[in-house]
């Protein structure tokens, strides 16, 4: 079981707004370590949305946001879009296990 | 354009062996350090091993530590992940991605190979 923790599953209609939150601990993103999040479809290739916490590559929109407080992090979503449908995962890195880590992973639903 | 693609899955028997390759093209790949991720089926995202720009470090998840070897050849622009005793639980699709540096996280992501374990 992964040291970051995400809901399971989130859902909203579409237009709507939704965050996914990423619980971690004082040895991963509460000692400082940045988190990066992707999107993933299943049998694609996995996809950089945001990295260093609140930074998106060119070419994602605006309507993906990170942030990052004390030991969590979220991603949200605005304007929510059919073509959202994905899993969502956070990324950052663990000191006590001497690695990188993913979050336990967010399947967001458009209603 | 830039692009990694991975070979080398297959359906090999418990206790076997594997080596899986990824191929990169269209960046410069002595700058980027490389990551060896896979998803087993149902399951999410496992980082697996990673090595840096210069094959100098490398780093493994505690699942695969002893077994796996990450290995790199500039001559060849290839990643290579070598699999050793393999059980069910490494069946899995496995991804290669790069990063320049951890604060731009992993932006090049490949398609993914699947390796079975199995009898």
């Known amino acids: 079981q992964s040291v970051l923790t995400q809901p399971p599953s989130v859902s909203g209609a579409p237009g709507q707004k939704v965050t996914i939150s990423c619980a971690g601990s004082?040895?991963?993103?509460?000692?400082?370590?940045?988190i990066h999040w992707y999107q993933h479809f299943p049998g694609r290739a996995p996809k950089l949305l945001i990295f260093?916490?609140?930074d998106r590559p060119s070419g994602i929109s605006d309507r993906f946001s990170g942030s990052k407080s004390g030991t969590s992090a979220s991603l949200a979503i605005t304007g929510l879009q059919a073509e959202d449908e994905a899993d969502y995962y956070c990324?950052?890195?663990?000191?006590?296990?001497?690695?990188?880590?993913f979050g336990t992973g967010t399947k967001v639903t458009v209603l | 354009q830039v692009q990694l693609m991975e070979s080398g899955g297959g359906v090999v028997q418990p206790g076997r062996s594997l080596r899986l390759s990824c191929a990169a093209s269209?960046?410069?790949?002595?700058?980027?350090?490389l990551h060896w991720v896979r998803q087993a089926p149902g399951k999410g995202l496992e980082w697996v091993a990673s090595?840096?720009?210069?094959?100098?470090?490398?780093n493994y998840a505690d699942s695969v530590k002893g077994r796996f070897t990450i290995s790199r050849d500039k001559s060849q622009n290839t990643l290579y992940l070598q699999m050793n005793s393999l059980t069910s639980d490494d069946t899995a699709v496995y991804y290669c991605?790069?990063?320049?540096?951890?604060?731009?996280?992993?932006?090049?992501w490949g398609q993914g190979t699947t390796v079975t374990v199995s009898s």
């Open positions: 269209g960046f410069t790949f002595s700058r980027y350090a």
């Open positions: 090595i840096s720009f210069d094959g100098s470090d490398k």
């Open positions: 990324q950052s890195y663990d000191s006590s296990l001497s690695g990188y880590v």
């Open positions: 260093a916490n609140s």
């Open positions: 991605a790069r990063w320049l540096q951890y604060y731009y996280g992993m932006d090049v």
């Open positions: 004082s040895s991963n993103v509460g000692a400082g370590y940045d």
